[in-house]
């Protein structure tokens, strides 16, 4: 009896009955290895006696097949251009400093670890912490910058200083190690666009825009693992202020990759629409798999790609796991009180409360998941935005809870074996290792190439604008309505379907023309809305322009605005007419640096993709209508 139910094990893991082709062996993770035992070995020690020859053979080729998976991977992997384009080496050499030669220098990286890893280029986080912020931020960043210099310097058979796709291409074929600098939080730059550019003379090739502080310029999606986290108090400015736009339009000219990792949803919206070169993810993955603010959403993803960007898993457990962030959660969640007793204490002292609270939310358990979850991300990321959009940006030395199986870079191959496993090619492996970096740096390269005509950007940050945004900040109004207030009848289907009265200022005078979309994203129930109805569309507006009086749309447009189609199927304004509840309206101005060719009529998704990378500055008015009559 019990060699008939051996039998039959054997045969249910080689696929089911005789003749049924062999089922790829399961890999199984036990203490942090990918590999389990081979499966011929596990049948010896629990049939010593001997089993069916046949069933025996069979197992004999699968582990042949695993043998060959590993094999190839090896050999893929060290041939490979391994990029991470996020590591926190700097901040760890700055807490404790160490030689990177010594094996264990940091957590998660040193110079041999990084070569049994593969590791062709990291790029070294010029992170500053948010206390900084308005306190010698930009201080800090010089410091951290001079260290990775001095580590680059004292080992110049390992390492050598990367800016550009070619240093990168160059380090791998000399054998060496690339370290490349990306600034980790824009309060570094100090509201100078000077500062950015200094950086960038001193090597460093991307900013993060923000880090979990929303700066005096751009909102920040705020530190999850704060107790009492409430992202509402990040929302300063509702995404980019016009000088944020400014910022990421300099980065674009001068040739520095913009990230958006740390930053709100809608500062996400609005680089999307500044930017003139494609924006990646340093260190983020998948909020559809961990409902992290940090992670990015589908559509995020999928609008990133569409601009050739690339999406850079971060391998932190927290970011891979739903159960671990639910957990983490309510781990945090607990440390209320005790948080609360430390700011009071340190009432006026707050980095010193700060340094407190962190190592109450250090000392929580930091469970670690399979590394099969950062597989799971990358393959997430793969069927949204396809193949060649999808990176590697480990957090290392930044985060406290690798997955078991990949403890630190010399683990770096094991994912190139789970990918192989899984079926990918090798071409969509080497893409995820490191040449969908490339081809996104490369085109970074080549917008800054084309943009070298244009003198560099003069703008401004006053004192005075810190709390509120921009000295001159455009605004949209209307006489007949204010922010979230009511739209009257009249400009309704109720009504006379005329539109409104509209008024701005703060144009910015680099601003070759305006355009206006008027839309709903409450249809066709704000309690269950399925998509957005757009009402009014215009473009080529001349930036001399003001505004538009009453009725405009039936005869009053300024000389030289053309218009596009609404959802009715045709041209000029529909007013607010929803079939079910109070609706939002949205009416958003945007300046652009240029005036659009003739597009007929264009959509709101055909205006949306002929202003990108010409939005200079934007403003909104919402309006909100419930219908009279039932």
Not at 107 to 133: N, Q
Not at 329 to 338: G, M, T, Y
Request: hydrophobic residues 40%.
């Amino acid at each position: 009896m019990k060699a008939w139910l051996l039998s039959a094990a054997i045969l249910f893991e080689l696929g089911g009955a005789s003749g049924a082709p062999p089922r790829p062996p399961t890999r199984v993770f036990r203490g942090g290895e990918v590999n389990s035992p081979p499966l011929i070995e596990r049948v010896r020690f629990a049939a010593p006696g001997g089993v069916n020859p046949a069933p025996l053979d069979a197992l004999r080729a699968a582990n042949r097949a695993q043998d060959d998976v590993t094999a190839r991977a090896a050999r893929l992997h060290r041939d490979a251009i391994v990029v991470d384009s996020h590591e926190d080496v700097p901040d760890a050499l700055a807490g404790k400093w160490a030689d990177l030669a010594v094996e264990g220098a940091t957590k998660h990286f040193d110079i041999p670890r990084a070569k049994r890893g593969g590791l062709t280029a990291p790029f070294f986080a010029v992170y500053v912490p948010a206390s900084y912020a308005d306190a010698g931020a930009a201080r800090v960043a010089l410091d951290r910058i001079d260290m990775v210099q001095r580590v680059v310097a004292a080992h110049p058979d390992d390492l050598v200083a990367g800016s550009s796709v070619a240093d990168v291409r160059r380090a791998k074929r000399e054998g060496r190690i690339a370290v490349l600098m990306g600034i980790e939080g824009g309060h570094a730059i100090e509201d100078s666009l000077g500062a950015l550019r200094d950086f960038h003379r001193l090597g460093v090739r991307y900013m993060t825009l923000t880090h979990t502080n929303s700066n005096h310029w751009a909102d920040s999606a705020g530190n999850f693992f704060a107790p009492r986290f409430d992202p509402e108090s990040y929302r300063l400015h509702h995404g980019l202020t016009g000088f944020g736009r400014a910022v990421v339009r300099e980065m674009n000219r001068i040739g520095m990759m913009v990230d958006v990792s740390h930053v709100s949803d809608e500062t996400i919206d609005d680089v999307l629409e500044t930017s003139r070169a494609p924006v990646f993810a340093s260190h983020s993955s998948c909020r559809a798999l961990s409902a992290l603010p940090r992670n990015l959403t589908d559509d995020q993803i999928r609008r990133i790609a569409a601009r050739s960007g690339v999406v850079m898993i971060n391998v932190s457990s927290v970011f891979l796991d739903q159960a671990t962030v639910e957990a983490a959660r309510a781990r945090l969640d607990a440390l209320q009180e005790s948080a609360d007793r430390i700011r009071r204490q340190y009432e006026g002292d707050p980095r010193r409360a700060q340094a407190e609270i962190d190592k109450l939310a250090d000392a929580l358990p930091h469970p670690a998941v399979p590394l099969a979850r950062v597989v799971d991300h990358i393959e997430h990321a793969m069927k949204i935005a396809g193949p060649d959009a999808v990176g590697l940006g480990t957090d290392f030395d930044g985060m406290s809870d690798p997955p078991a199986g990949l403890e630190d870079v010399s683990r770096l191959p094991r994912i190139t074996e789970e990918l192989l496993r899984r079926g990918h090619s090798e071409d969509e492996v080497r893409n995820v290792l490191g040449e969908s970096f490339l081809r996104f740096f490369a085109r970074v390269e080549e917008v800054s190439r084309s943009l070298q005509a244009e003198p560099p950007a003069t703008d401004v940050l006053t004192t005075s604008s810190h709390d509120g945004g921009d000295a001159m900040t455009l605004t949209l109004t209307s006489s007949a309505f204010s922010h979230g207030g009511e739209i009257p009848t009249v400009h309704t289907c109720e009504g006379s379907d005329t539109s409104p009265a509209l008024s701005w200022s703060g144009v910015p005078a680099r601003a070759k023309s305006l355009a206006l979309i008027m839309d709903d994203p409450d249809a066709p129930d704000p309690k269950a809305p399925r998509m957005t109805y757009v009402h009014w569309v215009l473009y080529d507006i001349p930036p001399r322009a003001t505004g538009l009086a009453e009725g405009a749309a039936q005869g009053g447009l300024p000389t030289g605005t053309r218009e596009g189609t609404n959802d009715w199927k045709r041209t000029g304004y529909g007013g607010p007419c929803p079939p079910i509840g109070r609706h939002r309206y949205f009416h958003k101005l945007y300046a652009l640096d240029t005036e659009l060719p003739d597009l007929g009529s264009p959509t709101k998704a055909q205006l949306e993709k002929a202003i990108e990378g010409h939005v200079v500055e934007k403003a909104e008015l919402m309006g909100t209508y419930e219908k009279k009559k039932k």
